[in-house]
């Protein structure tokens, strides 16, 4: 289920009672979410049971995952609370390489005997598919780690926090919302924890503990006189964090122009949500935007979207490859175009890379699902597309001898695959603040917070709409806009890159649930970026009388 | 066994009842075996199977209500599954828009598990992609598809004498085909109950058509243009329409936030909307898309009008919203029917002086939920009409359309075809409006 699916079943009034537990999960109580099931020396005990059935039946390689997925979501509207909902999802993953070809099988039996016959099963698998392959798998080496541990770096268990503070906590940040003028507001907060035990025949045992947290609001406001609605949701990005995220420490705290609040390691929800309804009162009021070609000043937590469609989605090897083309697409950053070495994805300022170790992210752990030890890399230099996002089955490709580290699976009983890392616009390197930029600016716009987005299968063509917008005319602020809608292409607009804010204004945002792959998995992935200038870009009104 | 017959089904859920001690209790009971290939670059990728079974209790005190499930099924884990539920529901908070647990309610039939597709094996998985892959390789194309199926039940029983039972079949066909030379690409789509319907060869056969009709598109300049929206446009997992059925909340609409409030105050029931050749229902009996008559809650699907000659008749109303407003409870539908003629699409083609036939759309999402515009781009397989014939394949480009406006501007009406559960005829409509370019192929 992604964001969208979410949102649609809110909109008719669902809440918790109606969504679908994710598969093979259950309902289970608060205490016993805090209840380890296994330890350490259980998993590798049975995980070994694993690796020798597929070693003795003929396998050339194995990899085990022990899996127990727990989540928490807490819904409310005003000053109700809709629903709670606590799931773990429990169980093992097998895969295997037998006569060149991978094969899997998934259990929730998670006894010596249940993942016996899921090992058999997986080589079974392999050797039947193995009739039809075409391209024998070729897997890039990895060090043997032996046995190594990672855990969220997180100060406060947001599963040990008891569910009547959260509750009273979102009830209070509606309240918020509703003393400064809206009409309706919801609020949410969707916790996850992956606690996810690795093993292969590489010698690698990997036991892992993965944390994060996703706050979210909607705040509408309805003009009675004219019937007109307009709503605002939350300016914060879900975290790899803990409770502590919501701890409303100051230093979270970005001052942005017109008196605009960004948040960064720390979010003070309360407030946000205070600042919303007052927003979502002058976007009643704000003018409708002239269509044409403006400069655009794009805060973090509206530009990681765009990184995220543009930048993060097309250099996934796989979608080059043609693997993803019967549902998320291919993509136009074809091998070709990295093979010249010249392609100008952006302009000469423009640096994108990829990160799965960046603190706080949502994509940060110490290791992938196939034992590979995660790292930061390039995607654009200087402008030049020079890498992709490739996997240990993939990275021959690129002639490259080791994964990037970037392989996921949403459940054990899932199939790991190449899924996105964090993807970041690196900070510019000299001082600008973003007061600075806009007064750089003659005629454009200023956009804050992420809403509709929507690109072509190939990532050439988008567009995309915010949460606010003020005209800048020259080099300052002069009110609010609504109806605002930009397009372009994705080569075009980096190339229209002019200006980036110094590392002082970086802040991350993201995707909680993002998805790819038939049958769908959803993984989370964070993008960093500090506000950065793009020059003439076509803006659209997007009002309309019906 | 993931798959339990009624009798097998109502035993389980009549122990689940026996254990509880809460003031009420409602118990759910679903199951499911699925099977699918995945494949791509004209070969098969992956394949999966799975099998599960879930039992969900919900206990409630007043109007506290908790849940707690377990797949396992014998006595000591169901008490246990019971008393944490009981237990949670002491711990929950207040939920004011709790409901009372349904009574008995009554049911239509609908026939929906078909034995052909309980029977689907791997084996004829592999061949419908294999079906797939040799004709597009044949033609020097690449073919990338998907296709699932499975057998699922789901039973329903309350402390109140509710009782409910479903068992069903199902089946999704996906396939993109691509020219190697990358200029061209096309696309099927079906989904049927009964495998028996299921056609590979000529259901493969449509997306390779239209990847070698869609060879070398050429540009046009985007603007408004009267097109042609096959049903894979209006339904599919990204269909323009699929939109307007979500927003058909009543409780955002008389909470004055929905494109269906009416200003100052309540809803637009009973105020003409569209195009008054449209009429479109729902019925959860309908022999091509059957489908379960009850929803998660036991609430009975009906057959029900949601447009009549362009006039909106109903709008879903939950539980607690329609005994806020003195109302029917209406359940949210499992699929739409649109009426439409026998014209098919080649039909639609001849009458067309200039226009556009569009596949299939794609990336969908919402600009303005107040006047429900949405954005999105065509995709495999987009042609230019000019005198009632297709004279080549144009660049995809990206829509800025409202269903209702497209609606009102609504031209002709094909054969209504299956799609996505829904039975939708492919339309004509004027003026539809495409805001920009995309090189995507």
């Given at each position: 289920m992604n964001r969208r699916d979410f949102i649609q079943l809110a909109a008719l009034g669902a809440g918790a009672m109606l969504l679908p537990l994710p598969t093979f999960a259950k309902e289970i109580s608060e205490s016993e979410l805090l209840t380890p099931i296994l330890s350490t020396a259980d998993k590798k005990r049975l995980a070994d049971v694993a690796l020798n059935t597929a070693r003795s039946n003929g396998a050339s390689y194995c990899d085990v995952r022990i899996g127990r997925y727990l989540r928490q979501f807490v819904f409310t509207r005003e000053n109700k609370v809709q629903g709670v909902q606590n799931t773990e999802s429990f169980g093992v993953g097998i895969r295997v390489i037998a006569n060149g070809t991978w094969g899997f099988a998934s259990t929730n039996r998670v006894t010596a005997d249940g993942i016996k016959k899921a090992a058999e099963t997986a080589v079974a698998i392999a050797k039947a598919n193995s009739k039809f392959q075409k391209e024998p798998v070729r897997l890039a080496p990895t060090k043997a780690l032996g046995e190594v541990s990672w855990k969220t770096p997180i100060e406060k268990n947001a599963f040990e926090v008891p569910i009547k503070e959260k509750t009273d906590f979102l009830l209070s940040v509606n309240d918020a919302a509703m003393k400064n003028g809206a009409n309706f507001v919801s609020s949410s907060l969707f916790l996850v924890n992956e606690q996810k035990y690795f093993a292969s025949t590489d010698g690698s045992y990997i036991d892992q503990d993965i944390y994060r947290i996703w706050p979210t609001f909607n705040v509408t406001v309805i003009d009675k006189t004219t019937g007109k609605f307009q709503s605002r949701s939350e300016l914060a990005a879900p975290m790899g964090m803990g409770y502590e995220y919501l701890s409303a420490r100051p230093e979270g705290k970005y001052q942005l122009p017109e008196g605009v609040i960004g948040y960064g390691k720390y979010y003070d929800m309360i407030e946000d949500a205070t600042l919303a309804a007052q927003h979502v009162k002058q976007k009643l009021k704000a003018k409708s935007v002239e269509p044409g070609k403006y400069d655009l000043v794009l805060d973090p937590a509206h530009l990681w979207l765009t990184i995220h469609e543009s930048v993060g989605h097309p250099l996934e090897l796989d979608r080059v490859l043609g693997y993803e083309a019967n549902y998320a697409g291919t993509s136009f950053a074809t091998l070709d175009k990295w093979q010249s070495r010249s392609f100008n994805y952006g302009s000469p300022i423009v640096n994108l890379f990829a990160?799965?170790?960046?603190?706080?992210?949502?994509?940060?752990?110490?290791?992938?699902?196939?034992?590979?030890?995660?790292?930061?890399?390039?995607?654009?230099?200087?402008?030049?597309?020079?890498?992709?996002?490739?996997?240990?089955?993939?990275v021959h490709i690129l002639g490259e001898k080791e994964s990037h580290g970037c392989c996921y699976a949403d459940s054990w009983s899932s199939v790991q695959f190449q899924r996105m890392p964090n993807v970041s616009l690196a900070p510019g390197k000299t001082k600008l603040s973003v007061a600075d930029m806009i007064a750089g600016v003659d005629k454009g716009i200023y956009i804050v917070g992420d809403s509709s987005y929507s690109i072509d299968q190939q990532r050439y063509n988008f567009q995309f709409t915010g949460q606010l917008f003020y005209e800048i005319k020259n080099g300052k602020i002069v009110g609010m806009l609504k109806d605002v809608a930009y397009q372009s292409n994705t080569q075009e607009f980096w190339n229209s890159c002019v200006a980036i804010c110094d590392e002082s204004d970086y802040r991350l945002g993201g995707s909680f649930f993002d998805g790819k792959g038939q049958p769908g998995q959803v993984s989370a992935v964070s993008h960093g970026s500090s506000t950065t200038r793009f020059n003439n870009v076509n803006v659209i009104n997007t009002a309309r009388n019906v | 066994?993931?798959?339990?017959?009624?009798?097998?089904?109502?035993?389980?859920?009549?122990?689940?009842?026996?254990?509880?001690?809460?003031?009420?209790?409602?118990?759910?009971?679903?199951?499911?075996?699925?099977?699918?290939?995945?494949?791509?670059?004209?070969?098969?990728?992956?394949?999966?199977?799975?099998?599960?079974?879930?039992?969900?209790?919900?206990?409630?005190?007043?109007?506290?209500?908790?849940?707690?499930?377990?797949?396992?099924?014998?006595?000591?884990?169901?008490?246990?599954?019971?008393?944490?539920?009981?237990?949670?529901?002491?711990?929950?908070?207040?939920?004011?828009?709790?409901?009372?647990?349904?009574?008995?309610?009554?049911?239509?039939?609908?026939?929906?598990?078909?034995?052909?597709?309980?029977?689907?094996?791997?084996?004829?998985?592999?061949?419908?992609?294999?079906?797939?892959?040799?004709?597009?390789?044949?033609?020097?194309?690449?073919?990338?598809?998907?296709?699932?199926?499975?057998?699922?039940?789901?039973?329903?029983?309350?402390?109140?004498?509710?009782?409910?039972?479903?068992?069903?079949?199902?089946?999704?066909?996906?396939?993109?085909?691509?020219?190697?030379?990358?200029?061209?690409?096309?696309?099927?789509?079906?989904?049927?109950?009964?495998?028996?319907?299921?056609?590979?060869?000529?259901?493969?056969?449509?997306?390779?058509?239209?990847?070698?009709?869609?060879?070398?598109?050429?540009?046009?300049?985007?603007?408004?243009?009267?097109?042609?929206?096959?049903?894979?446009?209006?339904?599919?997992?990204?269909?323009?329409?699929?939109?307007?059925?979500?927003?058909?909340?009543?409780?955002?609409?008389?909470?004055?936030?929905?494109?269906?409030?009416?200003?100052?105050?309540?809803?637009?029931?009973?105020?003409?909307?569209?195009?008054?050749?449209?009429?479109?229902?729902?019925?959860?009996?309908?022999?091509?898309?059957?489908?379960?008559?009850?929803?998660?809650?036991?609430?009975?699907?009906?057959?029900?009008?949601?447009?009549?000659?362009?006039?909106?008749?109903?709008?879903?109303?939950?539980?607690?919203?329609?005994?806020?407003?003195?109302?029917?409870?209406?359940?949210?539908?499992?699929?739409?029917?649109?009426?439409?003629?026998?014209?098919?699409?080649?039909?639609?083609?001849?009458?067309?002086?200039?226009?556009?036939?569009?596949?299939?759309?794609?990336?969908?999402?919402?600009?303005?939920?107040?006047?429900?515009?949405?954005?999105?781009?065509?995709?495999?397989?987009?042609?230019?009409?000019?005198?009632?014939?297709?004279?080549?394949?144009?660049?995809?480009?990206?829509?800025?359309?409202?269903?209702?406006?497209?609606?009102?501007?609504?031209?002709?009406?094909?054969?209504?075809?299956?799609?996505?559960?829904?039975?939708?005829?492919?339309?004509?409509?004027?003026?539809?409006?495409?805001?920009?370019?995309?090189d995507a192929v």
């Open positions: 990160d799965k170790t960046q603190p706080t992210s949502l994509g940060a752990v110490g290791y992938d699902d196939e034992g590979v030890t995660t790292k930061q890399w390039d995607l654009i230099k200087d402008g030049i597309l020079v890498n992709y996002q490739a996997i240990r089955d993939q | 066994m993931s798959v339990l017959s009624k009798e097998e089904a109502k035993k389980i859920l009549d122990k689940v009842l026996s254990f509880s001690k809460a003031e009420e209790c409602q118990v759910s009971l679903g199951g499911n075996i699925s099977g699918n290939v995945r494949y791509a670059r004209n070969t098969i990728t992956t394949s999966g199977f799975n099998e599960n079974i879930n039992l969900n209790v919900s206990a409630k005190f007043g109007q506290r209500i908790g849940s707690a499930s377990t797949n396992e099924l014998d006595d000591a884990s169901i008490e246990k599954c019971v008393r944490r539920a009981e237990e949670l529901a002491r711990l929950a908070p207040e939920n004011p828009e709790a409901m009372p647990f349904l009574e008995q309610q009554t049911y239509l039939e609908s026939q929906t598990y078909f034995e052909s597709t309980a029977r689907i094996t791997p084996e004829y998985r592999a061949s419908v992609a294999h079906e797939g892959i040799s004709q597009a390789e044949q033609l020097g194309m690449t073919a990338a598809g998907f296709f699932e199926d499975g057998v699922t039940f789901s039973a329903l029983a309350n402390s109140k004498g509710l009782f409910a039972y479903n068992q069903s079949t199902g089946l999704e066909f996906t396939l993109t085909v691509r020219t190697n030379d990358g200029t061209g690409s096309g696309y099927a789509v079906k989904d049927y109950n009964d495998v028996t319907k299921f056609r590979p060869k000529e259901d493969s056969e449509i997306a390779v058509r239209k990847a070698e009709l869609s060879r070398n598109p050429r540009a046009i300049e985007p603007g408004k243009y009267t097109v042609i929206l096959e049903p894979a446009a209006l339904v599919s997992d990204e269909g323009l329409l699929n939109n307007l059925v979500f927003s058909l909340g009543a409780r955002a609409a008389d909470e004055g936030r929905s494109f269906f409030s009416k200003k100052g105050g309540g809803n637009k029931i009973g105020e003409k909307i569209i195009d008054e050749r449209l009429n479109i229902y729902s019925d959860p009996t309908h022999p091509e898309i059957p489908a379960q008559t009850w929803q998660g809650d036991g609430l009975a699907r009906e057959r029900i009008w949601w447009f009549k000659n362009g006039v909106l008749q109903n709008l879903v109303y939950d539980r607690y919203w329609a005994s806020q407003k003195g109302v029917k409870p209406i359940a949210f539908p499992s699929g739409v029917i649109i009426d439409g003629t026998s014209a098919t699409v080649e039909d639609l083609i001849k009458d067309t002086k200039k226009g556009i036939l569009v596949t299939r759309l794609w990336y969908i999402r919402s600009v303005d939920p107040q006047t429900l515009l949405y954005t999105g781009l065509t995709r495999d397989g987009t042609f230019y009409i000019e005198n009632g014939k297709i004279q080549h394949a144009i660049k995809n480009m990206r829509f800025n359309e409202s269903p209702i406006i497209m609606l009102n501007n609504l031209d002709a009406l094909g054969k209504p075809e299956r799609l996505n559960g829904n039975l939708v005829p492919p339309m004509r409509i004027r003026d539809f409006t495409f805001t920009s370019l995309s």
